[in-house]
């Protein structure tokens, strides 16, 4: 079974930067597409960005609210996901999950795999 583990959150202030990785053992992430969730408290789990599988076309897609801010790539070396943030706003805070399936999807119900998640907060 798949088993992903999210780290690299925490606090940090407004305009500032994070760097969330995915990752596993066991597994070639490469195989996989990798999808980046958030859930804010009485919030809806959303869709944050994915990247499709290295054996496609690697693409990557954004939330609207997030494009120009934030980047996902692969990290093979480290068989991990990366997800840069920058210019973070309050509004981005939330539990950060990765997850992963055969395909992209904006769709929270059609991925299989889940890691824990971790806590992302912006806040000065």
């Known amino acids: 079974q798949l088993q992903l583990v999210e780290s690299g959150g925490g606090l940090v202030q407004p305009g500032g930067s994070l760097r969330l990785s995915c990752a596993t053992s066991?597994?070639?992430?490469?195989?996989?597409?990798i999808g980046w969730f958030r859930q804010a408290p009485g919030k809806e789990r959303e869709g944050v960005s994915c990247i499709e599988v290295s054996s496609r076309d690697g693409s990557a897609t954004y939330l609207d609210s997030v494009k120009g801010r934030l980047s996902i790539a692969r990290d093979n070396a480290k068989n991990a996901v990366i997800l840069q943030m920058t210019s973070l706003k309050p509004e981005d805070t939330a539990i950060y999950y990765c997850?992963?399936?055969?395909?992209?999807?904006?769709?929270?119900?059609?991925?299989?795999?889940w890691g824990q998640g971790i806590q992302v907060t912006v806040s000065s």
């Open positions: 997850a992963a399936d055969f395909r992209c999807s904006r769709w929270k119900n059609e991925y299989t795999y």
């Open positions: 066991g597994f070639t992430l490469g195989y996989y597409a």
